[in-house]
């Protein structure tokens, strides 16, 4: 049930930005144990000035990072461990360089968690509690 904001420089065509979503969805699904039907992302677009990062900081192998940074943003709801978190930065990284030419230094991931009672999908209802509590009974 992660949500992801995703934010980069305006001007991406929508292939390059479907490349990205769809990126984001697989590395989930292999390597964060998410379903496949759960998916929900946001991308925003910010214009040149907007988004602001320092080229350097903690910066990749390539060199520093280039006017293509993209942020992810991602709440989750369970914890993962570190080593699924860290295979699914890489796996991330692999399919944005593949689909979309992203070079891995200018993908930042940040993951936050939350619990269940944080989450209403529709109706007022909190879905995932009514979920655990009907698997209790």
Known sequence: MPLTRITLTEGKSQSYLKAVSDSLHQALVE?????????????????????????????????????????????AGRPRSTKVKAAFCRRLTELLAASAGIRPADVMVVISTSQMDEWSFSDGRLQMVEAAEAAVV
């Open 31 to 75: 390597a964060y144990d998410v379903p496949p039907t759960d998916r929900f992302q946001i991308i925003q677009q910010a214009r040149p000035g907007e988004l602001v990062f320092d080229r350097a900081y903690f910066g990749g192998a390539e060199g520093p990072r280039s006017d293509d940074f993209i942020i992810f943003a991602i709440t």
